[in-house]
């Protein structure tokens, strides 16, 4: 490994961060294919088609920053910023040559970082190159009918087929975090989500890293990880995801009333949780592995966008009662929302970290809901909703440790809370901020995320259309505006 300019440390570091990648980012996002990754290393460290000394740099600078607070990086700690910086440097000299898989690999995760660092404009920008390559390459076409004339071998399809889906995947999960219009379209010329290796599909799966060290250990023997059908999953989700996404949060309309589609795609979204195998279903009070808890995160959040732009129909608020379509929207907003704040719950307690931006997204989609049900003054549920909204709150600190854009996310939640219930106090801050409130009044009105409850502005308050954005909350030109971008 030294070969490709690596710093000279125990290989067994290297080892352990390989590993983190393929434990914990792997199953759910599968940028890269390890097999060909790893034989590509081996037979040509220089750089082949399916390695590069980019993608490895890449490959760990995100594990370095994903296991920077673990005993096996004590005395490395700087090694996230070498090679995040090494990476970026590096791709300089890739975008001089003609467009790979490697390279497109190397930046999806590239904006992956940059997005947990917080780096919105960077974390967008590297995500774009990388579709633009993907494109350049045809991996948007599914290549079957060119594997007869020897053009791609079975290995080269499956390569293609789930770099395809990653970046399909990734395109749906920073249109949500930043608020902006998925660049990627489904279509029918597109690969299918068909992958002829399950090798990995039982293969034990060991949390290395996790707080309880029985894990690490394999106190849970003989638990598969099931990396292919939660994959699989996550991109069905991205579909229906998508579907939710330019019905309503790319389209300017508002909708009062439920039609046809909506119920069509309310069902849709609530059928991805009923269709998960049972091996895909995870419980707050139960082990899981990872990403499958992450999974249900994320097919929750998706649920509860499909149905909450319809939580305000009628007249919400003290003294009125809401239409019988807003009833059941918010009912099944709330369930979600519960769910979400278990699971993520459940990952604390198991792993003793939270480190996904895709789990602060989840929580903060969980928190407008319970915003919303006390903005409406519902007795019933008001009382749950503030303690349910405590929860959000603490287990959005934990994630905003890890994925520091989140905090801006808890700066807009600190204020909506301030104003619903401007009797409560909090005793804790946003780790890196003062006194979010002394923060927010020194922002202009015009710039603020969120208007103040019952006050004229031409910012938008409604969460039920406002788009969701973790890392660019204070961005005034975008959020005067409903659709995404």
Same mark, same amino acid.
């Given at each position: ?5 690596? *710093?000279? #440390? *125990? ?20 940028? #890269? ?54 990476? =970026? ?24 970082? /940059? ?64 608020? =902006? ?38 106190? #849970?023997?003989g638990v598969p990880g099931h990396g292919v059908s939660c994959f699989v999953g996550a991109c069905r989700m991205a579909e229906v ?36 195998? $049972?091996?895909?279903?995870?419980? $707050? /009070? ?29 007249? *919400?608020?003290?003294?009125?009662? *809401? ?98 219930? $401007? ?20 922002? $202009? ?41």
């Amino acid at each position: 490994m030294y070969s490709v300019n690596l *710093p000279e #440390v *125990p290989h067994d570091l290297y080892k352990y961060l390989l590993d983190s990648h393929w434990t914990w980012i792997q199953p759910l996002y599968n940028m #890269v294919y390890r097999p060909a990754f790893v034989r590509d290393m081996g037979d040509n460290p220089e750089g082949g088609q399916y390695f590069s000394p980019f993608l490895l740099h890449a490959i760990l600078a995100h594990s370095t920053r994903f296991c920077r607070d673990q005993p096996a990086m004590a005395g490395y700690e700087g090694f996230s910023d070498y090679f995040w910086r090494k990476a =970026r440097t590096m791709l300089v000299e890739e975008l001089d040559k003609a467009s790979t898989v490697a390279t497109v690999q190397g930046l999806l995760l590239l904006s992956a970082i /940059e997005n947990s660092r917080g780096n919105v404009s960077q974390s967008w920008t590297y995500s774009g190159m990388a579709f633009r390559m993907l494109q350049d390459l045809g991996i948007h076409l599914d290549g079957a009918s060119q594997a007869s004339d020897g053009r791609f071998s079975e290995e080269d399809l499956e390569v293609r087929r789930r770099l395809w889906w990653s970046a399909f995947l990734w395109d749906k999960m920073i249109s949500i975090y930043f608020g =902006r219009t998925p660049t990627l379209q489904d279509s029918p010329l597109a690969p299918p989500t068909i992958l002829v290796d399950d090798s990995t599909e039982s293969e034990p799966w060991i949390p290395i890293g996790a707080a309880d060290t029985s894990l690490t250990l394999g106190g #849970v023997p003989g638990v598969p990880g099931h990396g292919v059908s939660c994959f699989v999953g996550a991109c069905r989700m991205a579909e229906v995801l998508h579907r939710v996404l330019m019905r309503h949060y790319c389209d300017s309309t508002a909708r009062a009333v439920v039609e046809r589609q909506d119920c069509d795609l309310m069902r849709d979204t609530i059928a991805l949780l009923d269709d998960l195998a $049972p091996h895909l279903r995870a419980r $707050p /009070e139960t082990f899981a592995p990872h990403h499958i808890i992450v999974l249900n995160c994320l097919i929750h959040a998706v649920i509860v966008l499909a149905h909450r732009p319809f939580c305000g129909a009628g007249a *919400p608020g003290p003294g009125h009662s *809401p239409s019988p379509a807003a009833s059941s929207a918010m009912k099944r907003c709330m369930t979600s929302a519960r769910a979400i704040n278990a699971l993520a719950g459940n990952i604390r307690r198991t792993y003793g970290f939270c480190k996904f931006a895709a789990v602060g997204y989840s929580l903060w989609t969980a928190a407008t809901v319970f915003v919303l049900d006390i903005k409406s003054s519902r007795p019933a549920t008001a009382t749950d909703s503030m303690s349910q909204l405590d929860v959000s709150r603490e287990l959005l600190n934990g994630v905003a440790q890890f994925c520091p854009g989140i905090r801006q996310a808890i700066i807009a939640l600190d204020y909506q809370i301030d104003h619903l219930l $401007p009797d409560r106090t909090r005793s804790d801050n946003v780790s890196g901020f003062v006194d979010p409130s002394a923060f927010l009044r020194a922002v $202009p009105q015009s710039q603020l995320p969120v208007a103040p409850v019952g006050e004229a502005s031409n910012v938008v308050t409604d969460f039920g259309q406002a788009p969701d954005l973790l890392s660019e909350l204070f961005h005034s030109g975008f959020l005067t505006q409903t659709p995404f971008q």
